[in-house]
């Protein structure tokens, strides 16, 4: 019987590593692209708020001033008082300034959607939503499914929802993002 060499064996074993690679990145689904208009708010809101990311065991935090009027959304992100992020969105175009050092899988168009899906109204967002996607609203908690398969959860601490403490838990890019309003 014939021994095999040291290549001959790594060989299964290489295969199944890059079989296993393979499947461990499998391309991340498409994000939903909700654009809604500033003006389907419903209301003018100027708020500073905290914002905390939780993803991968990995916590960051961020300080935000939005406001939103009829024509636009504005939104200035703040990490260690240093500006990192400015979003501007007239509901056409998305205008956004990051700073060098943010991470590249920060977006602003996900912030928006983010956004949007967070504080308004529910009405609003059903709308516009593509076939085989539905939200639903009941009580201080809202769920975005896709053909049935939650999506996204969010829990309000109380009304209107751009006060007091939102938390929306991504459970398609799994992360959860915790928003809290000055008083």
């Not at 060989?11 to 461990?24: D, E, G, Q, R, V």
């Not at 509901?91 to 977006?107: D, F, N």
Request: glycine content about 6%; overall charge neutral; hydrophobic content about 45%.
């Amino acid at each position: 019987m014939r021994r095999l060499s040291w290549l001959e064996r790594a060989i299964p074993f290489a295969s199944a590593l890059l079989l296993a690679a393979c499947t461990a990145t499998a391309p991340t689904p498409a994000r939903l692209g909700l654009r809604l208009a500033p003006a389907a708010l419903g209301e003018t809101i100027s708020v500073q708020q905290h914002l905390t990311v939780e993803r991968d065991g990995k916590t960051n935090d961020l300080d935000a001033a939005l406001e939103v009027d009829g024509k636009n959304i504005n939104l200035v992100g703040l990490a260690l008082g240093m500006r990192v992020l400015s979003l501007d969105y007239d509901g056409r175009e998305i205008t956004e300034w990051r700073h060098p050092m943010l991470p590249s899988q920060v977006k602003a168009a996900d912030v928006l959607e983010d956004l949007q899906l967070t504080l308004w109204p529910v009405e609003a967002i059903a709308k516009a939503l593509p076939t085989g996607w539905t939200i639903e609203e009941q009580g201080l908690r809202r769920t975005l499914r896709r053909d049935g398969e939650v999506v996204a959860t969010i829990d309000y601490s109380g009304m209107p929802r751009w006060q007091g403490k939102a938390v929306l838990d991504n459970v398609r890019y799994k992360y959860r993002l915790t928003v809290v309003s000055a008083e």
